[in-house]
């Protein structure tokens, strides 16, 4: 059912980083309200001055009071709460030590503040997490770096800590390729898959064009409960 609630609010948590701003741009493009949630505002003083109405404040994903506070504090209609965050800002040396259960937690925290609301959950999932043959990507043990794989298991973790949640939480982990295109424009073009990764899939895809997919799953919504892959067109 299309989500024609115009001026509702998105609450874009990790808001600082690539996937997330372009993403609250394309929620003010379109006429809603932008919340853009990060951990430390002071650390990104450009941030609300990406288009007018956007606001800033901050939030912590892994904070469950400090999720619920934020999304309980938007004014208004909410349409949905967006999950761009990463756990880091450049990758580790080694991921031997990452929380296991970090996206489980997340996943806890996001579906309990959007109950508060009644509210959409897309979260921007991991190209690892694409299903091929019997077992996803990351489970290649010729393909997908070894050091990788602790970090793959919490983010299938999370994955199935979604699929295991109550059926009246409205969540989708939208999936893109390994490696968006940092300053290619807009074309207005994609395509969504299943779970399963598809091979001939080899055009780019740019950060403007995964927002699109979002807002376009947020504004009129056509996978639900699932993991879908989105490509970029040629």
Known sequence: MANDRKNSSIIVFGAGGRAGRAIAQEALRRGHRAVGVVRDP????????LDTGMTVVAGD?????????????????????VNAVTPFTAPPE???????????????????????????????????????????????????PAFLRPFAVARLRGLNA?????????????T????????????????LGDDVHDPAATASLSYADLAEAVL????????TRCQAAVYGLP
């Open 162 to 174: 979604w699929a295991d949640h109550d059926a009246d939480v409205d969540w989708l982990v939208l």
């Open 61 to 81: 994903l892994t904070d469950a009071d400090s999720v619920a506070a934020v999304v309980s504090g938007v004014s208004g209609d909410v349409a949905a709460v």
């Open 42 to 49: 002071a650390k990104y003083p450009g941030l609300d001055a």
């Open 176 to 191: 893109p390729p390994p490696r968006l295109a940092p300053d290619a424009p807009s074309t207005g073009r994609y395509r």
């Open 94 to 144: 080694t991921f031997d030590d990452f929380d296991a259960d970090y996206y489980v937690g997340l996943v806890e925290n996001l579906s309990r503040a959007a109950g508060l609301r009644r509210c959409r959950v897309v979260e921007i999932g991991l190209f690892a997490m694409l299903r091929t043959g019997d077992v996803r990507l990351f489970q290649d043990e010729v393909a997908f």
């Open 216 to 223: 376009d799953q947020i504004d009129e919504p056509t996978v």
